[in-house]
């Protein structure tokens, strides 16, 4: 794989995301769609954060809702460039 991650290939876009923690099924495969921009709404929702009133929309959607297998998705598309 070229340093860098600048292509949008297979290699560069489909990177495994391993979680474990309670709530979380052992050895379980999620096929749901997520992006690294996901990641900030999700560690915000596992710590309880909340957003000031004043604060910007975030890019990303909580994956915990695919992790506690409350969802299948939570994207149906996602940009790659």
């Given amino acids: 794989m070229p340093p860098g991650k600048r292509e949008v290939f297979q290699h560069d876009i489909n990177v495994p995301f391993i979680v474990s923690g309670p709530g979380i099924t052992p050895k379980a495969t ?4 997520a992006a690294n921009y996901d990641f900030a709404a999700t560690w915000a929702e596992l710590a309880g954060a909340t ?12 994956l915990v809702p695919l992790m506690l297998g409350k969802a299948k998705t939570i994207r149906t598309y996602t940009l790659q460039e």
């Fill in 51 to 62: 957003p000031f009133a004043s604060a910007p929309p975030m890019d990303g959607k909580s």
């Fill in 30 to 33: 999620i096929e749901g769609m």
